[in-house]
């Protein structure tokens, strides 16, 4: 039985479709008082798999509640599909005093569940903060298949080192491209510094990827990059569309040609699913 959370209701359906499971009914209710309660009907089943995208504070409550309510209703077998983690990218103590926040979150998750599937975390690392099995599916490659077929001598780029491997993904699935890399310097949480390579980007077409579209900082930056370079197109693919804020304007004021992005943040630029590579683990 799939039981999606409240964020993550078509990523919940499009995983039904590709398993086979019932899709859940759930419901979520919300007191005078701000306090929320999420149920859910498995039926007679005894296995859950709960697929929440953690992305507001509310929505970790969300899926705490309908790992309890999935215990409740009898499953005995719960398995936690997160796929995006929130505060996934709080994996240290950056200063003495602060919280390893991914690791509280993920020790609260794992009272609830036998085991967690992650969809791109920003660090590898924050699986081993969860008291159960993790594993890690990897959704760049999905990332090829809404691009348009036609991309002119395209250069798929990462715009900081930490990022190649999921344009080498995404360039792998396209079945053609160069590969290249920025460097960046993040100044602020909206401030950073992109430090282009010597690739040539004239006349061609660039694919900007990235796991996740946050402030859209990054991706603006890149995109002025390039076409200060005479990039042809330039096209953004990331896993995760947080888009907070001003994030999507920042990316149509630099001159983005093409937003692609996966439904693991349901958002308008979603064009392609992760469930395919989420079933494979179930
Ligand atoms: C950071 O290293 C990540 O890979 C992303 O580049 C970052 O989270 C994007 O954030 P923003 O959209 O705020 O620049």
Redesign the pocket.
Known sequence: MIVPGSASQALGAALAAETGHELAAVDYEQFPDGERMASVDIGDTDRAVVVAATTTDASHVELLQLQDAAHEAGADDVVTVLPYMGYG?QERAFEAGQPVSARAVARAISTGTDRVVLVNP?EASVTDFFDVPCSVVDAAPQLAAPLPTDLTDPLFLS??A??IDLAESARAAYGRGAIDYFE?V?HS??E?EITPSDAVVEGRDVVVV??????????SESIRVLHDRDASGVFVACVHP?F?RD?RTKLERAGVTGIYATDTVERDVTATSVAPVVADVL
């Open positions: 990218r920003h715009p900081d930490g990022a960046k993040r949480g909206t950073v990235d796991d996740i579209v946050a402030t859209g900082s990054t991706m947080l907070a994030a």
